[in-house]
């Protein structure tokens, strides 16, 4: 599968957000969804995850209660929208997809990755 992710830019502290990926193929529905970051000098981290089925999601506690992953199986899309967004939010943000095995919590679990998107969060 590939993916592509777009969406970032350039926003204020408290402002908002929506990333999308959107996937080719049509095994979409197969994978775990996650979404990662990496700022500039740092690991990349998890931030958020979503299951094949949608029913289950998996967050960070950084981004709990201001994050929201979501997926379109129609649409082969999965979404990260972002509120209340705090300077520390600033990374490159990565979509990627998850096969049967291994943890979502773990990036070592991700077989394929979108190519990243810049999100800023300054005044």
């Known amino acids: 599968v590939q993916l592509q992710a777009s ?5 204020q502290p408290g402002g908002s957000l929506r990333l999308s990926c959107a996937a080719s193929g ?5 994978y775990d969804m996650g979404w990662f970051r990496q700022a500039p000098g740092k690991e990349r981290e998890f931030v958020a995850a979503i299951s094949r089925s949608g029913r289950g999601t998996y967050y960070t506690d950084s981004v709990k209660g201001r994050f929201a992953i979501s997926r379109d199986n129609a649409k082969i899309t999965v979404y990260l929208q972002m509120n209340t ?7 490159v943000y990565y979509c990627a997809a998850k096969e049967v095995y291994g943890s979502v919590w773990s990036r070592e679990s991700y077989d394929y990755w979108g190519q990243g998107t810049q999100v800023t969060v300054s005044s």
């Not at 969406?7 to 926003?11: A, F, L, S, T, Y």
């Not at 049509?26 to 197969?30: D, P």
């Open 85 to 91: 967004l705090k300077p520390e939010d600033t990374a």
């Open 26 to 30: 049509r095994t979409f529905s197969s």
């Open 7 to 11: 969406g970032g830019g350039i926003v």
